[in-house]
Structure formats: C-alpha cells, structure tokens
C-alpha cells in the first residue's frame, strides 16, 4: 500500500525507526506498537480508502479483531483533502479530526519569549522525566501509574529515534528556573525530511511565546544540523496552535483524518 498522506508516511517512518511493526493487508495497514500498547497511535489501522457507506461499524469490528484487548479505538483513512460528511463515522461511536498538515523550508524568528526562559534540546534522565510529567498536567484524568507508563514509553522511543550522537534528531524544550514548560520534538523521517512531534506547553505557561520559541529552536535544530530541507507538523486545524505555525512560515499542505475512541480518563485539556 502506497501511502499518499504526508502526514500519515512521516508518521509510520518514524513509528517504524523506533520498532514499531506494520502490516501491510493491501486494503489497509496494521500498525501495531508491541512495547507500548496503549499509544493510540501506535497502535492502529490505516484504510487505504474510505469504505463503501454503511462500512465505517465493520472497519471498528476489524480494529477489535486485530486488538482484541485494545480500550481504544484508532484508524486513520489516506488520504489528503476534506473527506466531506464524516456523520457516519460518529454515529459507530468515533470521535473525527480532521487535521491540517502544514509544511516549511525555512522558520520564521518569532518574538522573544515573556520572562527568562531557557530553549535547549533535553539531554538528561531528568530532562527526559519532567518531559514526561509535563504531558501528565494535560491529562488530569488519567492515572498516573497510565500515563507514566505510556509518556515513559514514549520518551524511549524518541530517545532511540534521536541516535546516540542526536543524528537522528531532538526533543526541545524551554525551561523557567529548571522546569519544563513547553517541549517539541523534531526528527529526520527520511533524508531531506524531519516531522515534528508533540508540541506541549503547560497551561500557566500559553500565550507567552514560549511554544512558538521552543517550535522554532526545534525547526532551526532540523534545517542546520539534521540536513532537513522540509519541515512536516500537523495541527488542529481549529485550535490556537495552528496559527501560531502559520507565522513561524508553515503553510498548509493537507488534511490528515483520524477517528477515534478512547476512555474518558484520557481526556486532554
């Protein structure tokens, strides 16, 4: 299967540079993430079209059948513009996102942050653990013995991903008085290529430039030192985010659809 979504081939690169196994079944892909099975995006199907109308309940039962023991539910479709009437998806019990992907050669240098704040990659174990407890803030009603064990999971993954000489790319983050209040991760997809990953900024901490500043540190990171060319994030195409990349010199490019199901304790702020 020939995926045509950017989004959706930066995705599995890296999914793929750190382990993760797909399937391909011609119709769709089995992504499937053995060392994290509670990445809901580690661990889905990706429809190679969208399926015949009446099909979108018999695509939930194929994801069942492949995660028997899965408690969400994740499937992308590939493809690269609006999909249109979305109600049916709804109506199987899927929550739809049908988000922007954006694309950049070149940062733009935004404002200066509000206060002393530090930008530089995370380095230490340390680093590496407030980077984890930083996304638990954003969760308040997930466990916190779940979401460690998934953002500590994680954190494993970009720090294979990122080599051991930071070749492969890094996770930025900007830092007030030692702790970390916004991280992005940025890593090299294919050559010439690097996509971001899970831009986060602690609450208190949003409308100060400090993400926009951590973005943009990220984005010089790939262009200068990774040999990028293109720069890939995706956003929500209605949330404040997404301007923010807009004045940095993202450009949208496409939509990148995913459905959902997950707990209510996963709920993001």
Known sequence: MEIQSLGFRTDLALLQKAGSQVEDRGTHLVIRTPDNPTYFWGNFLLLAQPPAPG?????????????????????????????????????AGLTVDVATVLSASAVVQPLAPIGDVEV???????????????????????????????????????RALAGANGEGGARYGAFVDGTLVSTAGIFVTEPGVARFQTVETHPDHRRQGIGAAVVHAAGRHALERLGAERLVIVADTDADAIRIYRRLGFEDVQRQVMLELRDPEWAEV
């Open 55 to 91: 099909g979108e309940r018999e695509v939930v039962g194929a994801f069942r059948t492949e995660f028997p023991v899965a408690a969400h539910v994740s499937i992308g479709i590939d493809v690269t513009e609006d999909p249109g009437d979305m109600q049916a998806w709804r109506e």
């Open 120 to 158: 530089r990659p995370l380095e230490s174990d340390d680093d590496w653990e407030q980077r984890a407890r930083l996304g638990q803030v954003l969760y308040p009603s997930t466990s916190e013995e779940s979401y460690l064990a998934f953002a500590r999971g994680k954190n494993a993954q970009e």
